[in-house]
């Protein structure tokens, strides 16, 4: 048998970054402060105190970073555009040196024959929109899209494939609820107004996409497999509280046009009493898309749990009468999630069989693993669990596309060690190492793995 899984023709590898985990250069050129340029320089928030500051120094760095992708053997990229580099503020003046930045990172990867895939907005909001609101409110969607026609008009004519949002559960509720994410906000109703304004945003970032005349818009979710810890009716219906909250609440108004019919029992009187949906607001999220993206990690068994936050107005995220528990019998990456690639199939079948033909093609915008690896004496990564994860994967990927499933790309998270949000620099997903002190990139075993994966795919 073959070690690699096979695919059919016209399917697009790719890797993917995204611009605060690796361009460093946070005070160049222009670009404005970033809501986790200010939360990774608040003490105590981010590992080690580590901050994105210079990051893989990737804003100086591309080419030999373009150069490691065309050696790798991909049909795409998938980069981040940040939005404090184009409008330093979020709104008012355009700074063209970012945009010179970005269309010289274009331009790169087309002279290597690479494809971008350009994502819009991956969690770095300028702070001067975040002082004015942030995402509760509903101007950040309507600046938001201001930024996004300005990118597209001088992006548009040589990057196909656009994403409006990068896992907007995450900004939503890791950032306005949990408080783990920038801009490290606790809140209930704030976290919902959050999710809603994001969905708007995506809404108009699509509508200028359109208008600029690209070719394929879509939009990234983090959508994740839950499973009962048990058999009792209890940690089912937690099941049910779990997936309204990671995932209705994005697939229902994007795919559906409709809101969540569990999300009363979800969030009682923050959403019974929400004010910031507007007439009009769900034919606005429920554009259609050319394709989906899909980011997935790992399956989270849930267990039914009394509320653990006496606060009505924080029971948004993880205080929503469930707890997250440990699979056991299975392998557990550098991050403590379970390796199950099965569940990998099992999200994209369910996802097929309940959205059908609502359901646009699909790309996996992110899969990957964080290890513990480290480099040997002569420079050499041999990550074994990563190689077996991507395999695995892979292979489970196939299956959903056998089960009849539209998937048309798989793009690896991530091309290079980086700056890995509140872990800082603890955690490597990287296919490609990095030493932080020099700077070195060190292709991991797990690299010349997927070169080779992507090699056999050819007649």
């Not at 919902?192 to 699509?206: I, M």
């Not at 699909?362 to 040997?376: F, Q, Y």
């Amino acid at each position: 048998m073959s070690d690699f899984p096979r695919f059919p023709p016209g399917f697009v590898f790719g890797a993917a970054t995204a611009s605060y985990q690796i361009e460093g250069a946070a005070y160049e050129d222009g670009r404005g402060p970033s809501i986790w340029d200010t939360y990774s320089h608040t003490p105590g928030l981010v590992a080690n105190g580590d901050t994105g500051d210079v990051a893989c120094d990737h804003y100086h760095r591309y080419p030999e970073d373009v150069a490691l992708l065309k050696d790798l053997g991909v049909g795409s990229y998938r980069f981040s555009i940040a939005w404090p580099r184009i409008v330093p503020d979020g709104t008012g003046p355009v700074n063209p040196k970012g945009l010179d930045f970005y269309s010289r990172l274009v331009d790169e990867l087309l002279a290597a024959g690479i494809e971008p895939a350009a994502t819009l907005y991956h969690w770095d909001l300028p702070q001067g929109l975040e002082d004015r609101g942030g995402w509760r409110v509903r101007e950040t969607a309507e600046r938001f899209a201001e930024y996004t026609a300005v990118v597209a008009a001088r992006l548009g004519d040589r990057v196909p494939r656009w994403i409006t949002l990068n896992e907007p559960w995450c900004s939503a509720f890791l950032g306005y609820s949990v408080g783990r994410h920038a801009p490290g906000a606790r809140e209930g109703r704030g976290a919902l107004a959050a999710a809603h304004h994001l969905l708007v945003g995506h809404g108009l970032a699509v509508q200028a996409l359109r208008d600029a005349g690209v070719r394929e818009v879509g939009i990234t979710l983090n959508l994740d497999h839950h499973l009962p810890a048990t058999g009792s009716a209890a940690d089912r219906d937690a099941v049910v509280r779990a997936d309204t909250l990671h995932n209705l609440v994005w697939t229902e108004p994007i795919l559906a046009g409709r809101y969540p019919d569990t999300e009363e029992d979800t969030w009682g009187e923050l959403i019974t009493g929400q004010d910031f949906r507007r007439d009009g607001d769900l034919e606005l999220i429920h554009r259609p898309l050319d394709f989906l993206g899909v980011n997935y990690y790992r399956p989270i068994v849930v267990a039914d749990a009394p509320y653990r936050e006496s606060d009505p107005a924080r029971r948004v995220a993880t205080d929503n009468r469930y707890a997250e528990t440990a699979m056991p019998g299975v392998r557990h990456t550098a991050m403590g999630w379970p390796v199950a690639p099965e569940t990998f199939t099992g999200l994209l079948v369910d996802l097929k069989e309940q959205y059908g033909d609502a359901l646009p093609p699909v790309h996996i915008t992110e899969n990957g693993s964080a290890e513990d690896d480290e480099a040997g004496p002569d420079g050499t990564v041999h990550d074994t669990d990563r190689v077996s994860y991507l395999r695995d994967h892979l292979t489970a990927l196939r299956a959903a596309i056998d089960a009849g499933v539209d998937v048309r790309g798989y793009y690896v998270w991530s091309l290079l060690d980086n700056f890995e949000w509140a872990f800082g620099y603890d955690k490597r997903f990287g296919i490609v190492r990095v030493d932080y002190a020099t700077q070195r990139r060190i292709p991991k075993d797990s690299y010349h793995w997927y070169r080779r994966m992507i090699a056999a795919q050819r007649p």
